[in-house]
């Protein structure tokens, strides 16, 4: 090895020991309960299961965060994802979003899923309970398309289900121009 193969790689060895100690930040901000997509939309179990497994480490604030996400650069790249992926479409606070986003991201969602394009290829390798079957793709993208369409809890108020409460109903009110284009594809 020559001289300067040495210090080069020498140096970039030291560069990947510095570069350990600048750690991500993982903690996870708090849940409001109430607000969050699985205790708004009450999903059937298996499909709560495969959002779970499939999504929620980048688009919750229940991200696990697995031995590797210890090590930069990859940390970074990870903790960039969680970031983005929560800046455009966070389950946590899916109660806070105004009907007309709830539908938008869920339509998205139906999208996403329907063209492969999440979750992201990157992050099957170390996940396999993520990686999903064609007829796994089509019971979510169905089932978020439903969902687009308002077929959530506060929809079900605004059509008058009797398994709901007044309190829920003011909610419902407010929401009827934002629901309107959901309503174009029912007959
Ligand atoms: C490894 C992290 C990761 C996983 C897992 C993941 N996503 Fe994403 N998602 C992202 C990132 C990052 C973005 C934003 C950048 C982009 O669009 O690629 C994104 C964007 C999206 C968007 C676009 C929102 C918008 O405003 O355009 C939707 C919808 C979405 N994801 C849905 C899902 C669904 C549904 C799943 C599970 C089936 C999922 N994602 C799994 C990281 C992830």
């Known amino acids: ?3 300067t193969l040495k210090r080069i790689l020498l140096g970039l060895a030291a560069v990947l020991v510095i570069i350990q100690f600048f750690r991500i930040d993982k903690t ?24 779970h497994d499939a999504c929620y480490d980048c688009h919750s604030h229940e991200t696990e965060y697995p031995w590797y996400t210890n090590v930069a650069p990859l940390s970074w790249w990870i903790a960039d994802h969680v970031k983005e992926g929560r800046k ?8 806070t979003y105004e009907q007309k986003k709830k539908a938008h991201k869920a339509e998205e ?23 999903l079957t064609d007829e796994q793709r089509t019971r979510l993208s169905d089932w978020f398309m439903a969902l687009s369409k308002g077929k959530d809890i506060t929809e079900r108020v605004r059509e008058g ?10 909610a419902g009110k407010e929401s009827d121009e934002a629901t309107e284009h959901e309503h174009e594809e029912e007959e």
């Open 1 to 3: 090895m020559s001289k």
């Open 28 to 51: 996870n901000p708090p849940i409001d309960s109430g607000q969050e997509f699985m205790a708004v939309t009450a999903p059937p179990a298996d499909v709560a299961q495969l959002i």
């Open 88 to 95: 455009h479409l966070n389950f946590s606070v899916w109660g």
């Open 109 to 131: 969602c139906a999208e996403e899923i329907n063209k492969k394009e999440m979750p992201l290829t990157s992050f099957l390798p170390a996940h396999p309970e993520a990686r």
């Open 161 to 170: 289900d009797p398994g709901t409460t007044p309190a829920m109903n003011e």
